[in-house]
Nanobody
Framework: QVHLVESGGGLVQPGGSLRLSCAASGRTFSGYSMGWFRQAPGKEREFVAAISRNGALTYYADSVKGRFTISRDNAKNTVFLQMNSLKFEDTAVYYC?????????????WGQGTQVTVSS
């Protein structure tokens, strides 16, 4: 397993932007596909975005396509989620995940989560 710590959440107005970061421990970060999930109050956790081990492939939920961008820096053991044009419905706790499976929408390791609140 890999230890994950998210940062960058906060309060933002609709239409605004936030950049989430996830720092991973361990020397095998580049061996993991990485991703972001979110969970809104009263809802199940849902997939947001994923990125392949070398960053060449990315996947997005339809609800965030064209607004969110996932990226990674393997030299710094960090994965990012750039969120633009934020909407009220993007409000959720965002979780970083390692060893993401697109097939099962699951992951091997999870961070503790960071709150994103979109409010006017």
């Amino acid at each position: 397993q890999v230890h994950l710590v998210e940062s960058g959440g906060g309060l933002v107005q609709p239409g605004g932007s936030l950049r989430l970061s996830c720092a991973a421990s361990g020397r095998t970060f580049s061996g993991y596909s990485m991703g972001w999930f979110r969970q809104a109050p009263g809802k199940e956790r849902e997939f947001v975005a994923a990125i392949s081990r070398n960053g060449a492939l990315t996947y997005y939920a339809d609800s965030v396509k064209g607004r969110f961008t996932i990226s990674r820096d393997n030299a710094k053991n960090t994965v990012f989620l750039q969120m633009n044009s934020l909407k009220f419905e993007d409000t959720a706790v965002y979780y970083c995940a390692a060893d993401v499976s697109i097939a099962t929408m699951g992951a091997g390791s999870w961070g503790q989560g960071t709150q994103v609140t979109v409010s006017s």
